[in-house]
């Protein structure tokens, strides 16, 4: 069975850079790579997503690698409203985004 | 900026009552979701719906869930008789069709609570 690997938490202090690595054991070359995150018990919220380069918007940066197997997500100026659980997922881009949550890495930003 | 919004955000009902939850996706998207996440646990895929139809469902939307797109706006998921076990936060998403790139937008959340 194809599995999503996370660490399960991660601390990161308020200002420096926080990388949020996942592993899948496998991933179809369709298939994108989506960074989600859910603050507290809010609505799980888009972060970015990429399919073989890397990418960077307003939230974040992702680097992916040559395999696609390996992604991190990086915020880089963390702040205390980042800490959030962070969930790395795979799908196919465009139209239906049914989103498969894993148990995702819980970033906690200290002051 | 577009959103989902949810309502209500919480709801308490008694096992066995039926409860509406309610939903308005942004405006030109066509996929619509309903995930729940039981208090401690990971969020987890109820349904999806698209052209007025289911288009896929997990095993926990069993025969007393329901989804319906009364009108033009509004998505909702129907529980007919609600169980201790559906307490949770039910969360409503959307997403556009046909883009090639997009994602899922999803909603604050309705914390349903049954006594």
């Known amino acids: 069975d194809a599995k999503t690997t996370q660490p399960p938490s991660m601390d990161c202090a308020e200002g420096r850079a926080a990388n949020l690595p996942c592993n899948h054991s496998?991933?179809?070359?369709?298939?994108?790579v989506y960074w989600y995150r859910q603050i507290h018990s809010q609505g799980p919220q888009y972060i970015i997503h990429?399919?073989?380069n890397n990418e960077t918007n307003e939230m974040a940066s992702l680097i992916i690698t040559e395999d696609r197997k390996s992604s991190t997500l990086i915020l880089p100026h963390a702040t205390l409203r980042d800490t959030a659980v962070y969930y790395c997922?795979?799908?196919?881009?465009?139209?239906?985004?049914?989103?498969?949550f894993g148990t995702g890495t819980k970033l906690q930003v200290i002051p | 900026e577009p959103e989902v919004t949810q309502t209500p955000s919480h709801q308490v009902t008694q096992m066995g009552q039926e409860v509406i939850l309610r939903c308005v996706p942004i405006?030109?998207?066509?996929?619509f979701y309903w995930y729940r996440q039981i208090l401690g646990q990971k969020v987890e895929f109820l349904v999806s719906?698209?052209?007025?139809?289911?288009?896929?469902k997990s095993e926990i939307f069993d025969d007393q869930f329901s989804v319906e797109r009364p009108d033009g706006s509004n998505f909702t998921l129907k529980i007919r008789s609600t169980k201790l076990e559906d307490s949770a936060m039910y969360f409503c998403?959307?997403?556009?069709?046909?883009?090639?790139?997009?994602?899922?937008?999803f909603g604050q959340g309705t914390r349903l609570t049954v006594v």
């Open positions: 998403a959307s997403s556009e069709d046909l883009v090639s790139n997009t994602e899922a937008f």
């Open positions: 496998t991933i179809s070359g369709n298939e994108y």
């Open positions: 990429g399919l073989k």
């Open positions: 997922i795979k799908t196919y881009s465009g139209g239906y985004q049914k989103v498969t």
């Open positions: 405006s030109n998207h066509l996929y």
């Open positions: 719906f698209y052209n007025n139809e289911i288009s896929e």
